[in-house]
């Protein structure tokens, strides 16, 4: 079992490294891009942007207030209504802006009592309202806020068709509505109970239907003004979307929304909403500019500057100034196909055999010539390493040692073999600059010689 988690062990490494290599990859790529965005794109804030009308949507409950009454109201509990609204900024500070609104919804009261049956009444209209108002956000002292508190106030146009429930439909005609005082809904009126027989008095419910046109002759208008008076709070959610949650009251200039008028005073209604704007058509706050060149603070351009224009930066060129239109490798350096150490551009023998010993033209030296031209000149520390390339060479040509060492270099010999190799020629040469050797100068060249003739 352990050999089999081992095995698994492995190949789970082995699938994880290209997956890491390929994730590697693509996150450098990212962050690569991203890098060149950021200095080509440039996002810059308008400083006096335009701004267009603000589409609104929203919905809420409607509560009513007036002589006919419902026993308990809440301004969370209500019928539904439906808000259109459109803004736009009314001054060049932007402290102040106007709402055009639509509202379309249903008013509805159903009032009980059990002490004065004439109060038990009800009532249910379509309103429809359409107006403007001058909204303050308290832009000038709360700037940055995303959540910020409103206040407006305005006019509008109130439209209205009351109607109550006040007869049952049923087969053979309708049934009117008698509210007795023990809290029942009887057939007939309870002033009537004790002449009408027990076994023509029935319970009646009620079906919710508004079918009695409330106004009937009276000449009072179902169209009037209205006061509306909005608080709230905008929630800003981006620079282009924005939620309201708000509570109005609406002061009518009739008394009859409800078909009864009083001393009191004139009906009102209250309706609390939420709605969300979109600012679909208002010039961006902050714009992105795209520049033609990246502007890079600080730009060290020794460090990533081509002087020689060969492709490679001079951070990493490893042989700067190559003349223009020469091939070169990953790091700068002109291209030598065959390694001889004289570039393509220079190379007169191109394709040398490989180990050759070249001139400054790339023509190869054969090792007699080579042989001959060492022995002619003295030798340089700086030029050992051709004797490395010149035993290369004749090593194609020579075998094993063919004269016995001599005694003063048979240290040299340090593997015991008989036969001084190049390394430990070479050993020696290092050890005599380095002064940890025995021999002289002279016993340098000597073994130079028994080098070549062994």
Not at 116 to 135: K, M, P, S, V
Not at 167 to 187: L, P
Not at 228 to 233: E, F, R, Y
Not at 296 to 316: A, M, P, Q, R, T
Request: charged share 25%.
């Amino acid at each position: 079992m352990n050999r089999v988690n081992a095995v698994l062990m492995k190949l789970l490494n082995f699938a994880f490294v290209p997956i890491f290599l390929i994730m590697s990859a693509t996150l450098f790529a990212q962050t690569e891009e991203a890098i060149m965005d950021s200095l080509l794109n440039v996002k810059v804030k308008v400083e006096n942007p335009v701004y267009k009308p603000v589409i609104g949507f929203g919905m809420g409950v409607l509560n009513f207030y007036g002589e006919v009454h419902n026993n308990h109201r809440s301004p969370l509990v209500g019928t539904p209504a439906y808000k259109l609204n459109i803004a736009t900024f009314l001054d060049r500070q932007h402290y102040f802006k106007t709402n055009f609104f639509l509202l379309l919804g249903s008013l509805t009261a159903s009032e009980r009592s059990l002490t004065d049956t004439a109060h038990n009444r009800n009532f249910q209209t379509d309103i429809f309202t359409i107006g403007l108002n001058i909204h303050y956000d308290f832009h000038h002292l709360i700037k940055q806020s995303a959540i910020r508190p409103f206040i407006s106030i305005g006019v509008e146009d109130l439209q209205f068709n009351s109607k109550t429930d006040i007869f049952r439909e049923q087969e053979g005609g309708d049934q009117r509505y008698y509210y007795w005082s023990d809290g029942t809904i009887r057939n007939i009126n309870e002033n009537l109970k004790y002449t009408t027989p027990p076994n023509q008095i029935h319970l009646v419910q009620r079906d919710y239907k508004y079918e009695t046109d409330l106004r009937g002759k009276q000449s009072y208008s179902q169209n009037t003004l209205a006061i509306p008076l909005d608080i709230g709070v905008d929630f800003a959610i981006t620079d282009r979307l924005n939620l309201r949650v708000g509570h109005s009251w609406h002061y009518t200039f009739s008394d009859f929304v409800d078909n009864v008028g009083s001393t009191k005073g004139n009906d009102m209604f209250t309706y609390s909403y939420f709605t969300v704007h979109f600012d679909l058509f208002s010039e961006a706050k902050v714009k992105t500019i795209e520049k033609l060149f990246a502007e890079v603070n600080n730009f060290d351009y020794n460090l990533y500057g081509d002087e020689d224009n060969d492709g490679i930066v001079d951070l990493i060129d490893k042989c700067p100034g190559t003349q223009s239109g020469v091939k070169v490798d990953s790091i700068g350096c002109p291209l030598d196909s065959d390694h001889d150490g004289v570039p393509d551009y220079l190379d007169k023998e191109p394709g040398s055999s490989r180990r050759a010993i070249v001139d400054d033209n790339g023509v190869e030296i054969s090792p007699e010539e080579l042989a001959a031209m060492l022995n002619n000149e003295g030798i340089k520390r700086k030029d050992v390493d051709v004797f490395l390339l010149m035993h290369r060479a004749q090593s194609r040509y020579r075998g094993n040692a063919s004269k016995p060492i001599p005694k003063k270099f048979k240290l040299v010999d340090s593997d015991g073999d008989g036969y001084i190799s190049f390394d430990e020629l070479l050993k020696s040469i290092d050890n005599f600059f380095d002064f940890s050797s025995d021999l002289t100068s002279k016993d340098l060249y000597e073994l130079q010689d028994f080098f070549f003739d062994q």
